[in-house]
């Protein structure tokens, strides 16, 4: 499969716990997003990379919220302390910067649970 | 700033029915426009893009939306829905020069009776 995969596909965890999640992009694509989705809403922008530079960080993305993308290949997105506002699936999405064209790749997405 | 506006969370419609999905957006520039589908725990999926050229555009499964300027529209239609077409519809826009980065709305769950 040549797709976008994210892990772990599902996260619980207590209130305070530090989770982290796994993007592995299309291996040809240089940028890559990290969208949350609240049940009943839309993906809200987060962040998004170009190779390894982390080019535009949302407000969205509390200082709680930390990504990186070390080797331009695959990034992480760690969350610390963790709150139940934190439950949301949170999306990753790679593209090849062709005219900023905006089409996406998304994977399944990690849903996390804070308890 | 940009902006998406669907109208409806929730439509209904019959199987062999005509589907409508409105979606209105705000840029003070002309934007590229997006609606992707989602079906249940999965990831979002390309249905169709408007970027440049003709205002009419066709997707995947039978769908087209066609890209009005002066009403800021981007409806998506379909003329005969069927049950497998029931899912979360989202409309998006990207601005260019703006690192392909999309803006969703709200989202539209479509649901197809028998």
């Known amino acids: 499969d040549t797709g976008v995969s994210q892990n772990p596909r599902h996260k619980i965890t207590k209130r305070g716990q530090n989770v982290t999640f796994r993007c592995d992009p299309i291996s040809e694509h240089n940028r890559l997003y990290w969208y949350r989705q609240t049940l009943g809403q839309g993906p809200e922008f987060l962040t998004y990379?170009?190779?390894?530079?982390?080019?535009?960080k949302s407000r969205l993305l509390s200082d709680r919220f930390s990504a990186e993308r070390p080797k331009g290949s695959f990034s992480t997105l760690e969350i610390q302390r963790t709150e139940q506002g934190d439950s949301a699936m949170y999306l990753c999405?790679?593209?090849?910067?062709?005219?900023?064209?905006?089409?996406?790749?998304f994977g399944e997405g990690s849903r996390l649970t804070v308890l | 700033a940009q902006s998406v506006t669907q109208l409806g969370s929730h439509v209904s419609v019959s199987e062999g029915a005509l589907v409508l999905l409105r979606c209105n957006y705000s840029?003070?520039?002309?934007?590229?426009l997006f609606w992707y589908v989602q079906y249940p725990n999965q990831g979002l999926q390309l249905l169709l893009k408007y970027t440049t050229g003709a205002t009419l555009v066709k997707g995947i499964n039978g769908f087209e939306a066609e890209f009005k300027k002066s009403e800021t529209s981007f409806h998506l239609t379909k003329p005969s829905a069927h049950m497998s077409d029931a899912a979360e519809y989202f409309c998006a826009v990207c601005l260019y020069n703006q690192g392909g980065k999309l803006i969703f709305g709200q989202g539209t769950e479509l649901s197809v009776k028998p």
């Open positions: 990379f170009q190779n390894e530079a982390q080019l535009e």
């Open positions: 999405a790679s593209s090849f910067r062709a005219g900023d064209t905006g089409e996406l790749f």
């Open positions: 840029s003070s520039v002309p934007p590229y």
